[in-house]
């Protein structure tokens, strides 16, 4: 793959850093877009976003960070070189949520109502910034003699090189799409607020875990060589999502 897209003298453009702009800004768009459409301010939606994306960004490299802490230990200065890659979702999606419910409530958006127009958008997000993921070598996925195994050559890539790896980054970018389609096919369906954001949590934590056991790079272990950073957090995403779900479907409509 090609970790640095174009070099021009002193400023070096990272393929990652590019990928994972594009998801975001995409993410942007397509929320405002789909906020008007369901009769908020499109702007709002954007300013929110612009929230998330800074809170998503940050709790994403600060998992990160604590997860890998030995290396940032000896090179500090590299916790800020998020281009390089190095973001966990699950630290993002933490800090977006609390982040997210704070201006919510501020502005007095209908949270639950919110939420929904914005989980399709995340998963769009994903869909195109583990591209940048797969350029850059990073959350790379364990040996394989499978036909569609990825063979990194690029000497910074930050994947072992020169053997055949399953190409996790391409499935989790092919179940962000299948997560994306199956919440716009809610979108007409869906019977009360929360159901699509949750339906989201439900189905992300499932194909993240799924995903995790095909990885190889060393993202921390709860249980050591069983059940990764992201699994374990996944299970109480999961626990959370259907519970939300079935309280929310219990009480209806519910747009605080």
Same mark, same amino acid.
């Given at each position: 793959?090609?970790?640095?897209?174009?070099? $021009?003298?002193?400023?070096?453009?990272?393929?990652? *850093? /590019?990928?994972?702009?594009? +998801?975001?800004?995409? !993410? %942007?768009?397509? &929320?405002?877009?789909?906020?008007?459409?369901?009769?908020?301010?499109?702007?709002?939606?954007?300013?929110?976003?612009?929230?998330?994306?800074?809170?998503?960004?940050?709790?994403?490299?600060?998992?990160?960070?604590?997860?890998?802490?030995?290396?940032?230990?000896?090179?500090? $200065?590299?916790?800020?070189?998020?281009?390089?890659? *190095? /973001?966990?979702?699950?630290? +993002?999606?933490?800090? !977006? %949520?609390?982040? &997210?419910?704070?201006?919510?409530?501020?502005?007095?958006?209908?949270?639950?109502?919110?939420?929904?127009?914005?989980?399709?958008?995340?998963?769009?997000?994903?869909?195109?910034?583990?591209?940048?993921?797969?350029?850059?070598?990073?959350?790379?996925?364990?040996?394989?003699? $499978?036909?569609?195994?990825?063979?990194?050559?690029?000497?910074?890539?930050?994947?072992?090189?020169?053997?055949?790896?399953?190409?996790?980054?391409?499935?989790?970018?092919?179940?962000?799409?299948?997560?994306?389609?199956?919440?716009?096919?809610?979108?007409?369906?869906?019977?009360?607020?929360?159901?699509?954001?949750?339906?989201?949590?439900?189905?992300?934590?499932?194909?993240?875990?799924?995903?995790?056991?095909?990885?190889?790079?060393?993202?921390?272990?709860?249980?050591?060589?069983?059940?990764?950073?992201?699994?374990?957090?996944?299970?109480?995403?999961?626990?959370?999502?259907?519970?939300?779900?079935?309280?929310?479907?219990?009480?209806?409509?519910?747009?605080?």
């Amino acid at each position: 793959m090609y970790p640095i897209l174009l070099e $021009l003298g002193p400023v070096t453009i990272f393929t990652y *850093g /590019l990928l994972v702009a594009t +998801g975001f800004f995409t !993410a %942007i768009l397509l &929320a405002s877009k789909q906020g008007e459409k369901e009769g908020m301010d499109p702007q709002v939606i954007m300013d929110l976003c612009f929230y998330i994306l800074l809170s998503a960004i940050i709790g994403a490299r600060l998992l990160y960070v604590i997860v890998e802490y030995k290396y940032f230990v000896e090179r500090p $200065l590299d916790i800020f070189k998020v281009w390089k890659g *190095g /973001l966990v979702f699950y630290g +993002g999606l933490v800090l !977006a %949520i609390a982040v &997210a419910m704070y201006i919510a409530k501020k502005k007095k958006l209908p949270i639950w109502k919110t939420a929904d127009i914005i989980a399709p958008s995340i998963a769009v997000g994903q869909a195109i910034g583990r591209w940048g993921c797969l350029f850059a070598g990073c959350c790379y996925g364990a040996q394989t003699d $499978l036909p569609w195994g990825i063979t990194f050559t690029d000497q910074k890539s930050l994947a072992p090189l020169n053997e055949a790896l399953h190409p996790t980054q391409i499935y989790l970018s092919l179940n962000a799409i299948l997560i994306f389609s199956i919440l716009v096919w809610m979108r007409k369906r869906k019977k009360f607020d929360g159901q699509i954001f949750c339906m989201y949590g439900i189905l992300y934590s499932i194909g993240r875990f799924i995903i995790e056991y095909f990885r190889s790079d060393d993202r921390g272990f709860a249980i050591e060589g069983i059940l990764s950073t992201s699994q374990f957090i996944g299970l109480f995403a999961l626990l959370i999502s259907v519970l939300g779900f079935l309280k929310l479907k219990k009480n209806g409509a519910l747009t605080p």
